[in-house]
Nanobody, 120 residues
Framework: QVQLVESGGGLVQAGGSLRLSCAAS????????MGWYRQAPGKQREWVTS???????NVLDSVKGRFTISRDNAKNTVYLHMNSLKPEDTAIYYC??????????????WGQGTQVTVSS
């Protein structure tokens, strides 16, 4: 199994920056893609950005140029660098990892979520 622990959320003023971290641990033998999703109050969870094991990234259009995902494979950790934050970025941010464990390949795991609040 895979455990994902997120950190780095908080309250920030519009225009500010935050960095989220998500560390994976457990009995897996490899991690494929990792990514971030978010869920704003009253809305469905949406994909924000992802990165493959080789470093190929994709990002939601509305955060392009402001959010950057990076990954440290040696630490099994993914980061989300958020700049020029807007009030509409307020949400619970969830880390996701697609991992290979013995007997189960390509399974999705989720972190517990971390709150990001952007004040205007």
């Amino acid at each position: 199994q895979v455990q994902l622990v997120e950190s780095g959320g908080g309250l920030v003023q519009a225009g500010g920056s935050l960095r989220l971290s998500c560390a994976a641990s457990g009995s897996f033998f490899s991690i494929n893609a990792m990514g971030w999703y978010r869920q704003a109050p009253g809305k469905q969870r949406e994909w924000v950005t992802s990165i493959t094991s080789r470093g190929i990234t994709n990002v939601l259009d509305s955060v392009k140029g402001r959010f950057t995902i990076s990954r440290d494979n040696a630490k099994n950790t993914v980061y989300l660098h958020m700049n020029s934050l807007k009030p509409e970025d307020t949400a619970i941010y969830y880390c996701n990892a697609n991992a290979n464990v013995f007997g189960l390949l390509g399974h999705d795991y989720w972190g517990q979520g971390t709150q990001v609040t952007v004040s205007s």
